[in-house]
């Protein structure tokens, strides 16, 4: 895990640790991200999955050892190169759906409304829906919509489909899978492996706050012999 950094990597993590008080949420946790990647972010609940996205977004700043991203530290230049899907909705209760896509597009400069607009109407949206009035799935759908309209290096979604019914999720990542560039990279956390595990290119495991495996998918399922939910399944059997 102590590589030398490569200029070429969009991510670089070393030594990061992370505690709240007593608890270790990350353990000394190093990790290089290429670009042209569909990575998945897997472990079990409190393994410091959004602990380290919020570390690499830059919503959290105490932590120890170092996180580049494009080979600058954390900042301005890197957050304008991520698109961040959080895992809880942020929108005032006035907003409607045009409101928040208007905001996106004075924000930030790679935004691009028409994509927004044009993925709305596939998805089922309306622009003139309160936000709040919205269910979660919907609101899920939508915050997609607004973070793969950007022309960001690297996407980083926290549990994008949790509240979407199974049904839409093959749509979903579809619309995902067409919406953005291949020399940008999607890091995306979640639970549900057998619905996307098909996208991945690599995977990361979290336990505990340590990695314990980051492998090309190929090379897990060749040398395990199995797919990635069922590997999960037994790694982390309670
Ligand atoms: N603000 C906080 N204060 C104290 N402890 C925290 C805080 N945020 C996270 N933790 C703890 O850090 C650990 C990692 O949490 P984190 O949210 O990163 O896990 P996760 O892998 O994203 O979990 P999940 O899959 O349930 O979303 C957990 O033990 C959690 O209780």
Redesign the pocket.
């Known amino acids: 895990m102590n590589e030398t950094p490569k200029t070429n990597d969009l991510v670089a993590i070393e030594g990061v640790s992370k505690a709240?008080?007593p608890?270790k949420?990350l353990d000394n946790v190093s990790l290089r991200l290429a670009g042209g990647q569909i990575i998945g972010l897997l472990?079990?609940?409190?393994?410091?999955?959004?602990?380290?996205?919020?570390i690499l977004t830059g919503l959290l700043t105490d932590y120890q050892g170092s996180v580049r991203v494009l080979g600058a530290p954390v900042g301005p230049q890197s957050k304008a190169a991520i698109s961040y899907l959080p895992?809880r909705n942020y929108f005032p209760d006035w907003m409607r759906a045009r409101d928040a896509i208007a905001l996106f597009r004075d924000f930030y400069a790679d935004f691009s409304d028409a994509k927004a607009f044009e993925m709305l109407t596939r998805l089922g949206l309306s622009a003139d829906q309160k936000i709040k009035s919205m269910s979660k799935g919907m609101i899920e759908k939508f915050q997609l919509c607004l973070v793969m309209s950007r022309a960001a290096k690297l996407y980083v979604l926290?549990?994008p489909l949790a509240g979407v019914d199974p049904a839409a999720r093959d749509f979903i990542l579809d619309t995902v899978l067409t919406n953005y560039s291949e020399s940008s990279s999607i890091l995306i956390?979640t639970?549900l492996i057998a619905d996307v595990e098909r996208i991945f290119d690599s995977a990361i495991f979290?336990k505990n706050?340590q990695i314990v495996l980051h492998d090309n998918i190929d090379a897990i399922r060749a040398e395990h012999g199995k797919s990635l939910d069922q590997l999960f399944r037994e790694v982390f059997k309670c």
């Open positions: 709240y008080g608890l949420a472990g079990p609940n409190g393994s410091g999955k959004t602990t380290l996205i919020k895992d926290d549990e956390s639970h979290l706050g």
